[in-house]
Protein backbone atom coordinates (compact mmCIF):
# COMPACT_ATOMS: atom_id res chain seq x y z
CA UNK A 1 0.00 0.00 0.00
CA UNK A 2 0.94 3.47 -0.94
CA UNK A 3 1.41 6.17 1.95
CA UNK A 4 -0.91 9.12 1.27
CA UNK A 5 0.31 12.20 -0.26
CA UNK A 6 0.21 14.20 2.87
CA UNK A 7 1.16 17.54 0.32
CA UNK A 8 -1.74 17.65 -1.45
CA UNK A 9 -4.29 15.35 0.74
CA UNK A 10 -7.21 17.19 2.60
CA UNK A 11 -6.50 15.99 6.36
CA UNK A 12 -9.22 17.82 8.40
CA UNK A 13 -11.28 15.24 8.72
CA UNK A 14 -8.98 12.41 8.90
CA UNK A 15 -7.43 14.18 11.95
CA UNK A 16 -10.41 14.55 13.67
CA UNK A 17 -12.14 11.38 13.46
CA UNK A 18 -12.13 10.13 16.68
CA UNK A 19 -11.30 6.62 15.61
CA UNK A 20 -7.62 7.58 15.33
CA UNK A 21 -7.03 8.35 18.95
CA UNK A 22 -5.12 5.93 20.79
CA UNK A 23 -6.24 5.89 24.05
CA UNK A 24 -7.41 2.14 25.00
CA UNK A 25 -6.68 -1.54 23.08
CA UNK A 26 -10.16 -2.46 23.55
CA UNK A 27 -11.10 0.69 21.40
CA UNK A 28 -8.93 -0.60 18.82
CA UNK A 29 -9.74 -2.84 16.08
CA UNK A 30 -7.59 -6.19 17.02
CA UNK A 31 -7.30 -6.17 13.42
CA UNK A 32 -5.63 -2.56 13.41
CA UNK A 33 -3.06 -3.27 16.28
CA UNK A 34 -2.01 -6.76 14.22
CA UNK A 35 -1.06 -3.98 11.70
CA UNK A 36 0.52 -2.15 14.11
CA UNK A 37 2.75 -4.33 15.43
CA UNK A 38 4.04 -5.62 11.75
CA UNK A 39 4.36 -2.57 11.11
CA UNK A 40 6.68 -2.10 13.92
CA UNK A 41 8.69 -5.58 12.68
CA UNK A 42 9.09 -3.89 9.34
CA UNK A 43 10.22 -0.94 10.17
CA UNK A 44 12.95 -2.42 12.67
CA UNK A 45 14.22 -4.99 10.06
CA UNK A 46 14.75 -2.09 7.86
CA UNK A 47 16.98 -0.45 9.88
CA UNK A 48 19.20 -3.09 11.20
CA UNK A 49 22.66 -1.03 11.38
CA UNK A 50 21.59 2.14 10.59
CA UNK A 51 22.55 5.35 12.31
CA UNK A 52 19.79 6.00 14.75
CA UNK A 53 19.08 9.22 14.24
CA UNK A 54 18.64 8.44 10.36
CA UNK A 55 15.66 9.11 8.60
CA UNK A 56 13.37 6.04 7.48
CA UNK A 57 13.03 7.29 3.95
CA UNK A 58 17.13 7.37 3.45
CA UNK A 59 16.68 3.19 3.82
CA UNK A 60 13.55 2.75 1.35
CA UNK A 61 11.06 3.17 3.55
CA UNK A 62 8.48 5.75 3.89
CA UNK A 63 8.49 9.12 6.04
CA UNK A 64 5.47 10.90 5.65
CA UNK A 65 5.18 12.82 9.06
CA UNK A 66 7.48 15.62 7.23
CA UNK A 67 6.10 18.58 8.66
CA UNK A 68 4.34 17.34 11.05
CA UNK A 69 4.72 18.17 15.32
CA UNK A 70 3.58 15.82 18.18
CA UNK A 71 3.24 17.51 21.39
CA UNK A 72 3.92 15.02 24.10
CA UNK A 73 2.83 16.36 27.68
CA UNK A 74 4.06 15.00 30.50
CA UNK A 75 2.45 15.10 34.36
CA UNK A 76 4.68 11.91 35.39
CA UNK A 77 8.41 11.58 34.64
CA UNK A 78 9.59 9.43 31.94
CA UNK A 79 12.62 7.93 30.43
CA UNK A 80 11.53 5.89 27.74
CA UNK A 81 8.19 7.34 26.58
CA UNK A 82 9.94 10.45 26.24
CA UNK A 83 13.12 9.35 24.22
CA UNK A 84 11.08 6.82 21.79
CA UNK A 85 8.42 8.92 20.90
CA UNK A 86 10.94 11.73 20.21
CA UNK A 87 13.18 9.41 18.02
CA UNK A 88 9.90 7.83 16.23
CA UNK A 89 8.76 11.03 15.14
CA UNK A 90 12.61 12.23 14.05
CA UNK A 91 12.67 8.86 11.77
CA UNK A 92 9.01 9.20 10.56
CA UNK A 93 10.04 12.81 9.29
CA UNK A 94 8.01 15.07 12.01
CA UNK A 95 9.34 16.66 15.13
CA UNK A 96 7.86 17.15 18.66
CA UNK A 97 7.54 19.33 21.54
CA UNK A 98 8.00 18.31 25.09
CA UNK A 99 5.63 20.05 27.86
CA UNK A 100 5.79 19.55 31.56
CA UNK A 101 2.21 20.07 32.81
CA UNK A 102 4.25 22.03 35.99
CA UNK A 103 5.46 24.62 32.89
CA UNK A 104 1.42 24.80 31.14
CA UNK A 105 -1.52 26.72 32.12
CA UNK A 106 -2.82 23.09 33.09
CA UNK A 107 -0.71 22.78 35.40
CA UNK A 108 -2.29 26.32 36.99
CA UNK A 109 -6.21 25.50 36.41
CA UNK A 110 -6.70 25.97 33.15
CA UNK A 111 -9.14 23.33 32.05
CA UNK A 112 -7.84 20.36 29.77
CA UNK A 113 -10.85 21.34 27.47
CA UNK A 114 -9.47 24.35 26.95
CA UNK A 115 -5.74 22.97 26.51
CA UNK A 116 -6.80 20.34 24.28
CA UNK A 117 -8.40 23.30 21.87
CA UNK A 118 -5.51 25.11 22.01
CA UNK A 119 -2.59 22.58 21.38
CA UNK A 120 -5.08 21.48 18.61
CA UNK A 121 -4.30 24.75 16.99
CA UNK A 122 -0.56 24.48 17.14
CA UNK A 123 0.61 21.05 16.26
CA UNK A 124 -0.46 17.94 14.48
CA UNK A 125 -1.03 15.58 17.63
CA UNK A 126 -0.96 14.94 21.20
CA UNK A 127 0.70 12.45 23.38
CA UNK A 128 -0.40 12.49 27.22
CA UNK A 129 1.38 10.60 30.06
CA UNK A 130 -0.63 11.57 32.84
CA UNK A 131 -2.04 10.04 36.40
CA UNK A 132 -5.82 9.87 35.73
CA UNK A 133 -7.63 8.24 32.72
CA UNK A 134 -10.20 10.80 32.64
CA UNK A 135 -7.55 13.28 31.87
CA UNK A 136 -6.82 11.54 28.86
CA UNK A 137 -10.32 11.00 28.06
CA UNK A 138 -11.00 14.61 28.04
CA UNK A 139 -8.39 15.75 26.14
CA UNK A 140 -9.24 12.99 23.22
CA UNK A 141 -13.09 14.32 23.54
CA UNK A 142 -11.87 18.09 22.80
CA UNK A 143 -9.07 18.16 20.60
CA UNK A 144 -8.99 17.91 17.32
CA UNK A 145 -6.03 15.94 15.97
CA UNK A 146 -4.89 12.32 17.46
CA UNK A 147 -4.67 12.00 20.91
CA UNK A 148 -2.08 8.82 22.29
CA UNK A 149 -1.86 6.98 25.68
CA UNK A 150 1.14 7.21 26.76
CA UNK A 151 0.32 6.29 30.16
CA UNK A 152 -2.16 6.58 32.83
CA UNK A 153 -3.03 5.01 35.87
CA UNK A 154 -5.22 2.72 34.10
CA UNK A 155 -3.44 1.33 31.16
CA UNK A 156 -0.17 1.47 29.17
CA UNK A 157 -1.05 0.80 25.39
CA UNK A 158 2.00 1.68 24.07
CA UNK A 159 4.19 -0.33 26.20
CA UNK A 160 2.09 -3.80 25.44
CA UNK A 161 2.51 -3.50 21.82
CA UNK A 162 6.07 -2.80 22.16
CA UNK A 163 5.69 -6.27 24.74
CA UNK A 164 4.27 -8.36 21.52
CA UNK A 165 6.65 -7.38 18.93
CA UNK A 166 9.65 -8.13 21.70
CA UNK A 167 7.99 -11.34 22.33
CA UNK A 168 7.02 -12.13 18.37
CA UNK A 169 10.78 -11.72 18.09
CA UNK A 170 11.81 -13.95 20.36
CA UNK A 171 9.09 -16.55 19.89
CA UNK A 172 7.16 -16.24 17.18
CA UNK A 173 3.25 -15.66 17.14
CA UNK A 174 1.82 -14.92 20.49
CA UNK A 175 -1.46 -16.45 19.58
CA UNK A 176 -1.96 -18.84 21.45
CA UNK A 177 0.91 -18.28 23.52
CA UNK A 178 0.51 -18.70 27.33
CA UNK A 179 2.01 -15.45 29.20
CA UNK A 180 2.33 -15.23 32.79
CA UNK A 181 2.68 -12.29 35.41
CA UNK A 182 3.71 -12.08 38.60
CA UNK A 183 3.30 -9.10 40.99
CA UNK A 184 0.97 -5.75 40.83
CA UNK A 185 -1.88 -6.16 39.12
CA UNK A 186 -1.38 -2.40 37.73
CA UNK A 187 -1.95 -0.43 34.67
CA UNK A 188 0.55 -2.43 32.88
CA UNK A 189 -0.75 -6.02 33.92
CA UNK A 190 -4.54 -4.46 33.05
CA UNK A 191 -3.59 -3.73 29.32
CA UNK A 192 -2.19 -7.06 29.27
CA UNK A 193 -5.87 -8.19 29.87
CA UNK A 194 -7.18 -5.99 27.09
CA UNK A 195 -4.40 -7.24 24.83
CA UNK A 196 -5.19 -10.77 25.30
CA UNK A 197 -8.29 -10.68 24.00
CA UNK A 198 -7.41 -9.08 20.44
CA UNK A 199 -4.00 -11.21 20.30
CA UNK A 200 -5.55 -14.36 21.32
CA UNK A 201 -3.21 -15.54 24.15
CA UNK A 202 -3.48 -16.98 27.16
CA UNK A 203 -3.04 -14.95 30.36
CA UNK A 204 -1.84 -16.06 33.69
CA UNK A 205 -2.09 -13.57 36.76
CA UNK A 206 -0.48 -14.39 39.79
CA UNK A 207 -1.26 -11.32 42.56
CA UNK A 208 -2.27 -10.65 46.16
CA UNK A 209 -6.02 -10.20 46.00
CA UNK A 210 -5.73 -6.70 47.35
CA UNK A 211 -3.47 -5.95 44.31
CA UNK A 212 -5.91 -7.57 41.08
CA UNK A 213 -6.56 -5.68 37.81
CA UNK A 214 -9.22 -3.89 37.48
CA UNK A 215 -11.95 -6.13 37.70
CA UNK A 216 -14.31 -4.44 34.90
CA UNK A 217 -10.85 -4.61 32.21
CA UNK A 218 -11.23 -8.34 32.99
CA UNK A 219 -14.19 -8.52 32.53
CA UNK A 220 -14.98 -6.75 29.53
CA UNK A 221 -11.79 -8.72 28.30
CA UNK A 222 -13.57 -11.85 28.98
CA UNK A 223 -16.39 -11.17 27.22
CA UNK A 224 -14.49 -11.01 23.99
CA UNK A 225 -13.04 -14.44 24.52
CA UNK A 226 -10.19 -13.59 26.51
CA UNK A 227 -8.56 -16.64 28.54
CA UNK A 228 -7.42 -14.96 31.12
CA UNK A 229 -6.74 -16.58 35.04
CA UNK A 230 -6.57 -14.39 38.18
CA UNK A 231 -4.35 -16.75 40.60
CA UNK A 232 -3.07 -15.96 43.84
CA UNK A 233 0.24 -18.45 43.30
CA UNK A 234 2.96 -17.38 41.24
CA UNK A 235 4.00 -21.04 40.60
CA UNK A 236 0.64 -22.03 39.47
CA UNK A 237 0.91 -19.42 37.21
CA UNK A 238 4.39 -19.22 35.36
CA UNK A 239 3.93 -22.80 34.91
CA UNK A 240 4.64 -23.91 31.02
CA UNK A 241 4.90 -20.16 30.46
CA UNK A 242 6.21 -18.96 27.20
CA UNK A 243 6.92 -15.56 29.08
CA UNK A 244 7.30 -14.60 32.52
CA UNK A 245 5.93 -10.42 33.12
CA UNK A 246 6.37 -8.75 36.08
CA UNK A 247 7.02 -4.74 36.90
CA UNK A 248 7.75 -2.54 39.78
CA UNK A 249 6.18 -3.05 43.02
CA UNK A 250 6.47 0.83 43.71
CA UNK A 251 5.80 4.22 42.59
CA UNK A 252 7.70 6.79 43.43
CA UNK A 253 5.49 8.87 45.45
CA UNK A 254 4.26 5.88 47.55
CA UNK A 255 4.85 6.96 51.44
CA UNK A 256 7.25 4.63 53.27
CA UNK A 257 4.03 2.97 54.74
CA UNK A 258 2.50 1.53 51.96
CA UNK A 259 5.84 0.68 50.55
CA UNK A 260 6.55 -2.24 53.50
CA UNK A 261 3.36 -2.88 52.92
CA UNK A 262 3.36 -3.63 49.50
CA UNK A 263 6.81 -5.41 49.81
CA UNK A 264 5.13 -7.84 52.58
CA UNK A 265 2.37 -8.42 49.63
CA UNK A 266 4.20 -8.75 46.71
CA UNK A 267 7.51 -10.90 48.16
CA UNK A 268 5.69 -14.46 47.28
CA UNK A 269 5.33 -13.05 43.64
CA UNK A 270 8.91 -12.29 42.82
CA UNK A 271 11.07 -13.68 39.60
CA UNK A 272 13.61 -15.31 40.67
CA UNK A 273 15.39 -18.12 39.03
CA UNK A 274 13.60 -20.84 40.58
CA UNK A 275 10.23 -19.17 39.48
CA UNK A 276 11.94 -18.68 36.08
CA UNK A 277 12.50 -23.15 35.82
CA UNK A 278 8.79 -23.57 35.98
CA UNK A 279 8.19 -21.76 32.68
CA UNK A 280 9.21 -23.86 29.64
CA UNK A 281 12.71 -23.38 28.93
CA UNK A 282 12.87 -21.09 26.10
CA UNK A 283 10.66 -18.58 27.56
CA UNK A 284 11.73 -15.08 27.94
CA UNK A 285 11.86 -12.29 30.60
CA UNK A 286 10.05 -9.21 30.34
CA UNK A 287 9.72 -5.80 32.36
CA UNK A 288 8.75 -2.27 31.36
CA UNK A 289 11.40 -0.82 33.34
CA UNK A 290 12.14 1.16 35.69
CA UNK A 291 13.13 -2.01 37.79
CA UNK A 292 14.32 -2.73 40.70
CA UNK A 293 17.01 -5.65 40.85
CA UNK A 294 16.61 -7.52 44.01
CA UNK A 295 12.40 -6.18 44.48
CA UNK A 296 10.44 -7.47 42.00
CA UNK A 297 12.83 -9.58 40.09
CA UNK A 298 16.29 -10.79 41.11
CA UNK A 299 19.55 -9.48 39.53
CA UNK A 300 20.23 -13.27 38.34
CA UNK A 301 16.77 -13.21 36.09
CA UNK A 302 16.68 -9.13 35.10
CA UNK A 303 20.29 -9.59 33.22
CA UNK A 304 20.15 -13.46 32.28
CA UNK A 305 20.02 -14.94 29.12
CA UNK A 306 16.62 -15.29 28.85
CA UNK A 307 15.58 -11.52 29.82
CA UNK A 308 15.04 -9.68 27.22
CA UNK A 309 14.13 -6.10 28.97
CA UNK A 310 16.29 -3.72 26.47
CA UNK A 311 15.03 -4.80 23.33
CA UNK A 312 11.97 -4.40 24.87
CA UNK A 313 12.73 -1.13 25.61
CA UNK A 314 14.16 -0.17 22.54
CA UNK A 315 10.72 -1.76 21.09
CA UNK A 316 8.74 1.32 22.35
CA UNK A 317 10.23 3.28 19.64
CA UNK A 318 9.35 0.74 16.60
CA UNK A 319 6.27 0.36 17.83
CA UNK A 320 4.95 3.84 18.55
CA UNK A 321 6.50 4.79 14.89
CA UNK A 322 3.66 2.58 13.83
CA UNK A 323 1.00 4.16 16.34
CA UNK A 324 2.11 7.36 14.93
CA UNK A 325 1.03 6.17 11.10
CA UNK A 326 -2.04 4.81 12.36
CA UNK A 327 -3.08 7.68 13.89
CA UNK A 328 -2.04 10.00 11.23
CA UNK A 329 -3.84 7.72 8.42
CA UNK A 330 -0.89 6.95 7.20
CA UNK A 331 -1.33 3.15 7.64
Known amino acids: MNAPDF ?51 RLGLTAPLEGRALAMVFEKPSTRTRVSFDMAMRQLGGETLVLNAQDLQLGRGESVSDTAQVLSGYVDGVMLRTFR ?52 GNNVAATFVQAAAAFEFELAIACPPELDPDPTIVAAARDRGAQVEILRDAAAAVAGADAVITDTWLSMNDPQD ?19 AKAKADAIFLHCLPAHRGEEATAEVMDGSQSVIFTEAENRMHAQKAILLWCFGAL
Open 7 to 57: ATADFSQGLAAKERHFLELDQIPAEALRRIVDEAQRRKRARLGAPKGLRDD
Open 133 to 184: PETLAEMAEHATVPVINGLTDRSHPCQILADILTFEEARGPIKGARLAWTGD
Open 258 to 276: VRESRHRALQPYQVDAALM
